[in-house]
């Protein structure tokens, strides 16, 4: 994980609610790049289209936006603070 990506840290607010539902007192903030992540990470945007949005903002080639992407979502879900987004059924 790039070192950029464990700095990108999520909107205060968002954070903020889950980690008062969570009863925890951790506060995190976030960049511009990991501001356009998290409102990417809503269970139904592609991560595809989210490494797309991020390298329009802040003109990263397409392979480091999607790594990032990647790697950020990762950190979320380890530190509790996101879950996966469930496969969509096959029709």
């Known amino acids: 994980m790039t070192s950029s990506a464990r700095s990108v840290f999520a909107s205060a ?14 506060l995190y903030s976030a960049n ?34 999607l790594d990032d992407v990647l790697a950020y979502a990762s950190c979320l879900v380890e530190e509790g603070i996101a879950e996966p987004a469930a496969p969509e059924a096959a029709p």
Do not use: F, M, Y
């Open 32 to 65: 511009p790049s990991g501001t356009v992540i998290l409102r990417g990470l809503d269970g139904r945007t592609p991560l595809g289209e989210i490494a797309r949005r991020l390298r329009d903002q802040a003109g990263a080639p397409e392979g480091v936006a």
């Open 13 to 26: 607010t968002a954070l903020a609610n889950a980690a008062r539902e969570a009863g925890e007192t951790r």
